[in-house]
Antibody, heavy 125, light 108 residues
Framework: QLQLQESGPGLVKPSETLSLTCTVSGGSISSSSYYWGWIRQPPGKGLEWIGSIYYSGSTYYNPSLKSRVTISVDTSKNQFSLKLSSVTAADTAVYYC?????????????????WGKGTTVTVSS | SYVLTQPPSVSVAPGQTARITCGGNNIGSKSVHWYQQKPGQAPVLVVYDDSDRPSGIPERFSGSNSGNTATLTISRVEAGDEADYYCQVWDSSSVHVVFGGGTKLTVL
């Protein structure tokens, strides 16, 4: 059974870079038809997609975060990672990693079928 | 960019039918997916591709999508269905995932 586990610091100082890693177990990150992504949820608020990556390194980013986000993949470790730079208190959230199913049609579209449990990141000095 | 609109809250008595809507411009032309999130837990996919259910999701959960509105229907609502529900699409024009604002389902 596929499982995803987020890891990384729970506290980040303002203006620094938030770094998280998602470890995939029970399946290969190099499987075709899947992307791998990050989603976050500020306290008491809704879900916000951050971005997604294919095992080849191809990425999609949320336009509102694109200038601060880098998502990378390490197929040898079956992991993918998130870096969010210049963080502020507004970046305080639960961060989830997830597997995205890619569906081919008139155009490709994506949805999340497996999620990690999430990790809380607080931005504070 | 593409916007999905959900009612903030829906209330229903046990055993009744809950309908949660998700509005968007010509959303009927897109595939809509729904997630259930209980307090302190990660979201769970309950409906994908408008109306399909993942393995393990009860038949009480169903979906439809036409025109400018997609709907998640929960039949014979149980206390355990109380949760936040989010709709989601892929915006092909700006190539990114879009979530609705979420609907809190309260079982009276």
């Amino acid at each position: 059974q596929l499982q995803l586990q987020e890891s990384g610091p729970g506290l980040v100082k303002p203006s620094e870079t938030l770094s998280l890693t998602c470890t995939v177990s029970g399946g290969s990150i190099s499987s075709s038809s899947y992307y791998w992504g990050w989603i976050r949820q500020p306290p008491g608020k809704g879900l916000e997609w951050i971005g997604s990556i294919y095992y080849s390194g191809s990425t999609y980013y949320n336009p509102s975060l694109k200038s601060r986000v880098t998502i990378s993949v390490d197929t040898s470790k079956n992991q993918f990672s998130l870096k969010l730079s210049s963080v502020t208190a507004a970046d305080t959230a639960v961060y989830y990693c997830a597997r995205l199913i890619a569906v081919a049609g008139p155009y490709y579209y994506y949805y999340m079928d497996v999620w990690g449990k999430g990790t809380t990141v607080t931005v504070s000095s | 960019s593409y916007v999905l609109t959900q009612p903030p809250s829906v209330s229903v008595a046990p055993g009744q039918t809950a309908r949660i809507t998700c509005g968007g411009n010509n959303i009927g032309s897109k595939s809509v997916h729904w997630y259930q999130q209980k307090p302190g837990q990660a979201p769970v996919l309950v409906v994908y591709d408008d109306s399909d259910r993942p393995s393990g999701i009860p038949e009480r959960f169903s979906g439809s999508n036409s025109g400018n509105t997609a709907t998640l229907t929960i039949s014979r609502v149980e206390a355990g269905d109380e949760a936040d529900y989010y709709c989601q699409v892929w915006d092909s024009s700006s190539v990114h995932v879009v979530f609705g604002g979420g609907t809190k389902l309260t079982v009276l």
